[in-house]
């Protein structure tokens, strides 16, 4: 019984929101309008007078919830922050009244520059600084005489909630992609990880959780106002910031984060004792790593499970903010950096529309095409013909020579008796380790910013043993891993071979 009290009934809900209006109005509204939902249970109608003003009415399926709304509205308003204003409540909590905040969301503001890939324009741009330089004052401001017993579902975030979010994306994300994984070593990060997400009790604000572009309404004058906080909790600042700039379908360029990191760090420095920027940007990339499992366990869940496909298109572009994540950060998390490293590389998750995928095109740009050359350092290091200046030159000649021995001097590094000395020998199999971390991270890096061209050339001796043996693994190894087209070259055996780019 006491658990059916929790929840509303939708039964008779829009006449008993007619009759708050009534009672609130003194008078029926002229015109009810539903609002266009936005993921969640609860409806929202514009509600219209006879002098043309308006109101919102809400009509929520959780009491618990509407409460968790109501409370920090108007606390949140008694702080003079930019939310709606609570005109009325049912005696039940399950309908009530706000101010109208218009119908211009910063999502709907900022659409052109999502729609153009990334490419915001100035007045985009000043919106979404001024988004970052208010959210620390929700955040600061806000948490200052708020009771968080009344927040929904759980008045602050805490280990226990970062385990069901990450178990969430290894159940519902990881485990659906068939990818093979060692759950107690997963687990064993997933516990240091969630540590590291809870340590520092100097980060604590109101957390808002959701905060995104939809979130988010633009008043007459450009002010951004917040709405949908009801999630809200005690927690890190850090986590609103990675959840607002690296949502996938915004399409942030680096360029513009940066700007806005900085726009919030400023801000935040009016409210509070910030860390130096080196560990604030520390601390970020951890809650950016985890807001996105976060949303890959959603995607996982809305997409595999229910079978929505909006939100198995969305899969590419947050698997993509993995992908620059892992580039450009480093995670005392070996083996899920591991998993994550696989995952990005799986063909599925490729996005070819934003310029992601290893065969698509960037802005009328051509593919990567990689060119692996072998040759013989007597007769010079290969010339680059692509005007690019040339690339990678490794030097094979420290590995264990087959040419030495008559057996091996009338083959080459493609002959299997060659191939199996170097191999039993292992010399070359722990120089090609290293050369394919550092390739597989330029090769990424290329495709991501839409370069043309890379080259990589192995020189030994003769050109005809290790260096050739090296060159063509290599070829191969990006070739299966990326899918490229990949051009090879034993220059002194007249040998030339092209890997064509896989189309998936």
């Not at 109208?100 to 729609?115: C, Q």
């Not at 030994?460 to 990326?482: D, M, N, P, W």
Request: proline content about 4%; charged content about 25%.
């Amino acid at each position: 019984m006491a658990f059916r009290l929790l929840i509303c009934n939708f039964a008779g809900g829009m006449q008993k929101l007619l009759d708050l209006y009534r009672t609130w109005r003194g008078a029926e509204p002229r015109q009810v309008e539903r609002l266009a939902g936005a993921g969640s249970n609860r409806e929202y109608y514009r509600m219209v007078a006879d002098d043309g003003t308006t109101v919102v009415g809400c009509i929520g399926t959780s009491r618990d919830e509407n409460h968790a709304f109501v409370y920090l509205a108007r606390h949140f308003a008694a702080q003079r922050l930019p939310v709606p204003q609570v005109l009325a409540v049912s005696d039940d909590e399950c309908r009530y009244l706000q101010t109208d905040l218009g119908s211009v969301s910063l999502f709907d503001a900022i659409r052109g520059g999502r729609e153009a890939g990334g490419r915001y324009t100035v007045e985009e741009r000043r919106l979404l600084k001024r988004t970052m330089r208010e959210l620390p004052r929700i955040q600061m401001v806000g948490r200052g005489g708020l009771d968080f017993s009344n927040c929904y579902p759980q008045p602050a975030f805490d280990t226990d909630s970062v385990h069901f979010d990450l178990n969430y994306f290894k159940y519902c994300f990881l485990k659906p992609t068939g990818l093979d994984f060692h759950e107690l070593r997963l687990e064993a990060d997933f516990r240091l990880f969630a540590k590291d997400l809870t340590e520092s009790g100097d980060e604590q604000a109101f957390l808002y959780r959701d905060f995104q572009a939809r979130n988010v309404m633009v008043d007459s004058e450009g002010a951004p106002c917040f709405i949908d906080f009801q999630g809200g909790r005690r927690g890190p600042y850090y986590y609103d910031v990675a959840s607002f700039l690296w949502q996938a379908s915004a399409r942030y360029p680096h360029k513009l984060r940066r700007e806005l990191v900085y726009e919030y760090y400023h801000a935040l420095k009016q409210y509070t004792e910030v860390p130096a920027p080196r560990r604030f940007v520390e601390r970020l990339s951890l809650f950016v790593l985890f807001r996105q499992l976060q949303v890959l366990g959603a995607y996982g869940f809305r997409g595999y499970l229910e079978r929505k496909q909006h939100f198995l298109a969305s899969i590419p572009p947050a698997m993509q903010n993995v992908r620059e994540l892992l580039d450009e950060c480093t995670f005392p998390y070996p083996y899920l950096v591991s998993l994550l490293r696989k995952l990005v590389d799986m063909p599925r998750f490729v996005d070819k529309k934003d310029g992601t995928a290893t065969i698509s095109k960037y802005d009328g740009q051509g593919e990567l095409v990689v060119r692996v050359f072998s040759f013989s350092y007597g007769k010079g290091i290969p010339g680059d013909e692509s005007g690019n200046g040339g690339g990678y030159v490794f030097d094979c000649r420290s590995t264990h020579n087959p040419g030495r021995y008559e057996p091996y001097k009338q083959l080459t590094g493609l002959d299997e008796p060659v191939v199996r000395f170097l191999e039993d020998d292992g010399e070359i199999l722990a120089f090609l380790e290293s050369v394919y971390k550092l390739a597989d991270a330029h090769v990424r890096r290329y495709i991501q910013r839409g370069f043309t061209s890379l080259m990589f050339c192995f020189g030994c001796t003769g050109g005809q043993h290790r260096s050739v043996y090296a060159a063509q693994h290599l070829a191969e190894h990006i070739h299966q891993k990326f899918g490229i087209e990949v051009r090879i070259c034993h220059r002194e055996q007249h040998i030339s071979q092209t890997l064509t780019a896989v189309r998936t």
